[in-house]
């Protein structure tokens, strides 16, 4: 297992579409969070699962976003009727329990 | 909700020479700490953390510091390297809590040759 994985690593889109983005973790770790971050910032918290429980979800988080996590082990993330504001760097990272945190590379998402 | 100020947001030091990174955070029921080294295309990576019951934790040029009474924590990094440059955050979390972090907008270090 050589860490968090998530694809695709680039997405650009027209408004309006759809978007799914997919976030496999380190196969032991129990706990998966996403996060966004925009440039020159520091990643914001989006929403968290423990197993397949989506235990907190950030405000962020709009009804136009929503994620699952089936089975406890890969997530999606899946964005609706993209806008010009929801271009930025989707982060997943996991973790078994309480410990530090592994973060994927990111999905770099642009709305056009 | 929890708010992680940073500071300073940029930092240029010559190689071989010290930098400290210094962030305080607003909510006292913080007991996670941890750093994230971020480099250009990729996520952050942990460096170095700290939890509540700790003032003090090294990791070879690395260390980190933590006054809870005035709620802030320090990173220091010795004899700087230019593969250092990157950028750097400090995060709080409450670990029994979900663990969920929140960030510090970030500092740019640069370590010139």
């Known amino acids: 297992d050589t860490g968090v994985s998530q694809n695709p690593r680039h997405k650009i889109t027209k408004r309006g579409q759809n978007v799914t983005f997919r976030c496999d973790p380190i196969?032991?770790?129990?706990?998966l969070y996403w996060y966004r971050q925009t440039l020159g910032q520091g990643p914001e918290f989006l929403t968290y699962?423990?197993?397949?429980?989506?235990?907190?979800k950030s405000r962020l988080l709009s009804d136009r976003f929503s994620a699952e996590r089936p089975k406890g082990s890969f997530s999606t993330l899946e964005i609706q009727r993209t806008e010009q504001g929801d271009s930025a760097m989707y982060l997943c990272?996991?973790?078994?329990?309480?410990?530090?945190?592994?973060f994927g590379s990111g999905t770099r998402l642009t709305v056009v | 909700g929890e708010n992680v100020e940073q500071h300073p947001s940029t930092l240029s030091v010559q190689e071989g020479d010290s930098a400290v990174i210094k962030c305080t955070y607003s909510?006292?029921?913080?007991?996670?700490f941890p750093w994230y080294k971020q480099e250009l295309g990729k996520g952050p990576q942990l460096i170095i953390d700290?939890?509540?019951?700790?003032g003090e934790k090294k990791d070879q040029r690395i260390a980190v510091t933590l006054n809870k009474t005035a709620k802030h924590f320090s990173l220091h990094i010795t004899e700087t390297q230019p593969e250092d440059s990157a950028v750097y955050f400090c995060?709080?979390?409450?670990?029994?809590?979900?663990?969920?972090?929140?960030f510090g907008g970030g500092t740019r270090l640069m370590v010139k040759p």
């Open positions: 990272a996991s973790s078994l329990g309480a410990s530090g945190y592994t």
């Open positions: 995060a709080a979390s409450i670990s029994n809590a979900g663990n969920m972090l929140t």
């Open positions: 909510d006292s029921a913080s007991n996670y």
């Open positions: 700290i939890r509540s019951n700790v």
């Open positions: 699962f423990q197993n397949e429980a989506q235990l907190e």
């Open positions: 196969s032991e770790h129990n706990r």
